[in-house]
């Protein structure tokens, strides 16, 4: 095979593979955005701390919990952060979170969980069906936005606000069930669930 048909070829891989992804309704989807230099962020304006957190696991039910991971080697605070769905947000404590740890905002009174930031959230965390975003503002623009979850349908609230971010492809949502405890990210961007 020459040069140039190598490379139409690898086009056509890459193109098919985009639609194929952007069209089923359970694609592997990021949570986050991921970090441009391999995990590392020099620290930077506070309204970008944002983009040191994924969203890693959701509780689902009404002792419900977000948990987000801090997956650079650099420390941040969640103090300059939301939690939100549709247009209501919470604000998230200052609480450091090392690089590489974990840190979880508790519906309830966060009872057998680890690293817990905050209890109490306002949040609602329906089992068959819902949506998280972390946002560095509680104005709900696209340039705030860091992190986005939706499952067990589509559209939500701020499903267009991920979409224009470049988080989430429209008509994707991660899969559920009335009976889900638990959605989490598997190796490679794939949310699952625990019944």
Do not use: K
């Not at 086009?11 to 593979?17: E, H, M, S």
């Not at 955005?33 to 959701?58: C, K, M, T």
């Not at 979170?97 to 966060?110: I, K, L, Q, S």
């Not at 972390?134 to 939500?156: K, Q, V």
């Amino acid at each position: 095979m020459n040069r140039s048909a190598a490379l139409v070829g690898a086009v056509l891989v890459l193109v098919l593979g985009a639609c194929t992804s952007a069209s089923s309704p359970s694609a592997s989807l990021s949570s986050g955005n991921p970090p441009a230099s391999g995990g590392s962020f020099e620290p930077g304006n506070a309204s970008d701390v944002g983009r040191y957190f994924r969203i890693n696991e959701v509780g689902l039910g009404p002792n419900g919990w977000v948990t987000l991971l801090n997956y650079t080697d650099t420390a941040a605070s969640l103090g300059t952060l939301f939690l939100c769905q549709g247009d209501r947000c919470v604000d998230l404590p200052e609480h450091d979170v090392p690089g590489g740890t974990e840190a979880r905002v508790a519906v309830g009174d966060g009872s057998g969980l680890e690293d817990v930031a905050m209890t109490g959230a306002d949040l609602t965390l329906e089992p068959a069906n819902g949506e998280v975003g972390l946002f560095s503002s509680a104005d709900l623009d696209p340039r705030f936005i860091w992190a986005y979850l939706e499952w067990g349908s589509t559209p939500h609230g701020l499903t267009q606000t991920a979409v224009e971010a470049a988080l989430w492809i429209n008509g994707s949502y991660a899969p559920s069930s009335p009976n889900a405890t638990r959605l989490w990210q598997r190796e490679g961007g794939w949310w699952v669930f625990d019944e």
